[in-house]
């Protein structure tokens, strides 16, 4: 289970590259275990969690309510429906990949900024196309982490599988 989860580092520059106001509604399509909605509702006035998984939603509900988040909202709806219907929304994490061209369309008609997720670079090269179609494509990063651990009384690194993070930028 280890690569089926965002990794804290990867959490904390898709945030900073956000650059979150406690006054700003987050949307974090395909929000899985919850741990980028997690963070996101510390820097975030109000976070909608969303995954069209129903045990992910289950389990995640469960968790914001025995953490008594009060800024958290879980949905269970596919990513696309739910910007369709949404009112508001400032930034957008993508962290599922499904359907993101369509997405990308409905987010730059309702947000200022997102950022896509991507262990695929064939995906990542599709996202950064879309968003230069639209006119919001504002930088493509490759992270690369390793983490050390014990080896015959020293220290060795096991890499984890290297992110893609793509971000976009609606400008006035």
């Given at each position: 289970?280890?690569?089926?989860?965002?990794?804290?580092?990867?959490?904390s520059?898709?945030?900073?590259?956000?650059?979150?106001?406690?006054?700003?509604?987050?949307?974090?399509?395909?929000?899985?275990?919850?741990?980028?909605?997690?963070?996101?509702?510390?820097?975030?006035?109000?976070?909608?969690?969303?995954?069209?998984?129903?045990?992910?939603?289950k389990?995640?509900?469960?968790?914001?309510?025995?953490?008594?988040?009060?800024?958290?909202?879980?949905?269970?709806s596919?990513?696309?429906?739910?910007?369709?219907?949404?009112?508001?929304?400032?930034?957008?994490?993508?962290?599922?990949?499904?359907?993101?061209?369509?997405?990308?369309?409905?987010?730059?008609?309702?947000?200022?900024?997102?950022?896509?997720?991507?262990?695929?670079?064939?995906t990542?090269?599709?996202?950064?196309?879309?968003?230069?179609?639209?006119?919001?494509?504002?930088?493509?990063?490759?992270?690369?982490i390793?983490k050390?651990?014990?080896?015959?009384?020293?220290?060795?690194?096991?890499?984890?599988?290297?992110?893609?993070?793509?971000?976009?930028?609606?400008?006035?």
């Amino acid at each position: 289970m280890e690569g089926c989860y965002t990794k804290d580092e990867i959490i904390s520059i898709v945030l900073d590259k956000l650059n979150p106001s406690k006054d700003e509604i987050f949307v974090d399509i395909g929000c899985g275990t919850g741990r980028v909605s997690l963070k996101a509702s510390k820097v975030f006035k109000k976070v909608f969690a969303v995954d069209v998984d129903d045990k992910a939603v289950k389990n995640f509900k469960a968790r914001v309510e025995d953490l008594c988040i009060g800024n958290i909202e879980v949905v269970h709806s596919h990513g696309k429906k739910f910007l369709a219907t949404a009112e508001k929304i400032d930034k957008i994490f993508f962290g599922g990949t499904k359907d993101i061209e369509d997405m990308l369309d409905i987010a730059v008609k309702k947000s200022k900024m997102f950022a896509v997720n991507l262990a695929r670079m064939d995906t990542a090269v599709r996202v950064t196309a879309k968003m230069k179609d639209l006119g919001v494509f504002k930088e493509i990063l490759l992270i690369n982490i390793s983490k050390g651990y014990d080896l015959a009384g020293g220290v060795a690194f096991k890499p984890y599988n290297p992110i893609f993070i793509v971000t976009g930028e609606v400008r006035s």
